[in-house]
């Protein structure tokens, strides 16, 4: 969706081996701490000082929770587990409806091409 969709397209396009950032994900090993590392030290000139890569999990829930999308639907667009067995039963949303609640809460739909 918007600048974050243009981006990704660009990020598969030059990946050379299946892999968005083959640099911290391999087949064998992905290396969470290292990605989120580099990227907490690249933002810190562009964000408020306190502010990290995982605040824009938290404020990705806060808009969406403010557009009235339904808690399941958070929980699997943020990668969060629900609480419930019946969560884990079936395939979850999909890609589609996914994209209908960023689409909602895009701040404006970007085309880049």
Not at 20 to 38: A, H, I, M, T, V
Not at 60 to 69: F, G, T, V
Not at 87 to 112: A, D, F, M, T, V
Request: aromatic residues 14%; hydrophobic residues 35%; glycine residues 10%.
């Amino acid at each position: 969706v918007g600048a974050a969709g243009w981006a990704v397209k660009r990020a598969i396009e030059s990946s050379y081996n299946g892999f968005l950032f083959p640099r911290y994900c391999s087949k064998d090993e992905c290396k969470f701490d290292y990605s989120s590392n580099s990227l907490n030290k690249w933002l810190r000139n562009y964000v408020p000082k306190g502010c990290v890569i995982h605040s824009f999990r938290h404020s990705m829930s806060d808009r969406l929770r403010e557009a009235q999308c339904p808690a399941d639907m958070i929980d699997q667009i943020g990668g969060w587990s629900t609480a419930g067995i019946g969560q884990g039963y079936g395939e979850g949303y999909s890609l589609n409806q996914k994209w209908e609640w960023l689409l909602r809460i895009s701040l404006q739909p970007l085309n880049l091409d």
